[in-house]
């Protein structure tokens, strides 16, 4: 039955495990360890733990199970394991895929702390990696060889909010064999199904969208059930990245309106993209569904919704964006984003402070650059506070 329930109803009630007590809400199993009826019993789980069996929670806990199968239903894929930060999503499912000798293909535009595990971290342990330009399809295709494990991408890049092609990487990366992994903060889960279009692995910051009210780190990889029970869980049952049953709760609860608030905070980021074009004082308006955006036609393509971030490149540089997030009311700076909250961030003296002038000017993030997660208040109240800000 749960296979036909529309992404919606499987957000409110996939993968709910109910107690003897027959709870409503969700139960936080707050445990760490689980009885064994006997000494067989514990030998028996040992060797191998049946569906609702649990050993210990760095292996799996209740809660947390729920929410990996209650993501793994929304996302369309086999199986999930939930980890307690998206960062220790994407190291374990970088680390349970490639060994010394493995070559890796990533687009140039990462998250930072993505970029320093593909660019510092897996290369002292003897994995070749080549950065691309993400858009650039024959950049990847010259870029992959035989011994080409893996190509990782940001469907969306960060800040600049660039679109990459999954299904033209994923088909040049499974000619050669290459398992496909793709960060999908940006596009949602509510607005992209990355495995559709070709991926293999999806990787979420849990701690973004499906939180949503700021609250609790989290992250999940999805992917085929060999994989996630296989080399992922065996890495990360291992290596410590679980979640807390209690975050995993606030991830349950997050799920039951991400929906919600993705479409709500969708609707106002595309009002303000529209009310912002043409400014005087911005350059450019960046957002994947606007007219002038390079990729508008293949970001209609994969998305339903043109995202809940909105970039701006101020005409006056540093100066001028200091002066706008100085200025502004309602939006916050801070550098979350996903949340309730509209937050505002200026990547080039904050979250890419640490890249090179050559490298933050070949991602195009200028110094006048600002990036915006937009928030679920009354979008004419975000614009107005953007207007006068931008008025000074
Ligand atoms: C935030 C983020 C991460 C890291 O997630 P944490 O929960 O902060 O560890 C990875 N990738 C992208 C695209 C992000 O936005």
């Known amino acids: 039955m749960m296979d036909n329930w529309k992404p919606s109803t499987k957000a409110v009630h996939a993968g709910t495990k109910r107690s003897q007590y027959g709870?409503?809400?969700?139960?936080?199993?707050m445990t760490q360890g689980f009885l064994y009826e006997s000494a067989e019993q514990a030998e028996a789980r040992f060797i191998e733990a049946g569906d609702d069996e649990?050993?210990?929670?760095?292996?799996?806990?209740?809660?947390?199970?729920?929410?990996?199968?209650?993501?793994?239903?929304?996302?369309?894929?086999?199986?999930?394991?939930?980890?307690?930060?998206?960062?220790?999503?994407?190291?374990?499912?970088?680390?349970?895929?490639?060994?010394?000798?493995?070559?890796?293909?990533?687009?140039?535009?990462?998250?930072?702390?993505?970029l320093f595990i593909v660019d510092e971290i897996l290369p002292k342990f003897g994995v070749e990696v080549t950065l691309v330009d993400g858009t650039d399809l024959d950049a990847w295709r010259g870029a992959v060889r035989p011994d080409t494990k893996v190509c990782?991408?940001?469907?969306?890049?960060?800040?600049t909010l660039e679109v990459i092609d999954i299904a033209g990487v994923s088909e040049i990366a499974h000619k050669v064999g290459a398992v496909v992994v793709v960060d999908n903060v940006f596009a949602t889960p509510v607005f992209q199904k990355s495995m559709e279009l070709g991926a293999d692995v999806v990787?979420?910051?849990?701690?973004?969208?499906?939180?949503?009210?700021?609250?609790?780190?989290?992250?999940?990889?999805?992917?085929?059930?060999?994989?996630?029970r296989g080399p992922l869980q065996t890495y990360l049952k291992h290596t410590g990245a679980a979640l807390s049953p209690f975050n995993a709760w606030v991830m349950l609860k997050g799920l039951e309106t991400l929906a919600l608030r993705c479409e709500a905070?969708?609707?106002?980021?595309?009002?303000?993209?529209?009310?912002?074009?043409?400014?005087?004082?911005i350059n450019r308006v960046i957002f994947p569904f606007a007219d002038d955006h390079p990729q508008q036609d293949l970001a209609r393509r994969q998305m339903t919704q043109g995202g809940t971030m909105i970039s701006l490149d101020l005409a006056g540089g540093k100066a001028a964006a200091f002066s706008f997030l100085n200025?502004?009311?309602?939006?916050?700076i801070s550098n979350n984003l996903g949340d309730a909250k509209s937050i505002i961030t200026h990547p080039a003296t904050t979250t890419h402070q640490r890249l090179s002038d050559a490298q933050r000017s070949g991602l195009g993030i200028t110094d006048g650059l600002v990036r915006i997660s937009v928030g679920l208040e009354d979008k004419d109240d975000l614009l107005d506070d953007i207007l006068a800000a931008l008025a000074g």
């Open 54 to 114: 649990f050993i210990y929670a760095r292996y799996g806990n209740p809660t947390v199970a729920m929410f990996e199968e209650r993501m793994a239903a929304i996302e369309g894929a086999e199986d999930a394991f939930a980890t307690a930060s998206g960062m220790a999503a994407v190291n374990g499912a970088l680390m349970a895929l490639v060994q010394a000798g493995d070559h890796i293909v990533a687009a140039r535009a990462l998250f930072g702390s993505c």
């Open 152 to 159: 990782f991408l940001e469907a969306i890049s960060n800040p």
């Open 265 to 281: 905070q969708a609707a106002s980021a595309t009002y303000l993209a529209d009310a912002l074009t043409g400014h005087k004082a």
């Open 23 to 29: 709870e409503l809400s969700e139960a936080i199993f």
């Open 203 to 228: 990787v979420y910051s849990a701690t973004k969208h499906i939180d949503g009210q700021g609250r609790c780190l989290g992250g999940i990889v999805l992917g085929s059930r060999e994989f996630v």
């Open 327 to 332: 200025a502004l009311k309602i939006v916050r």
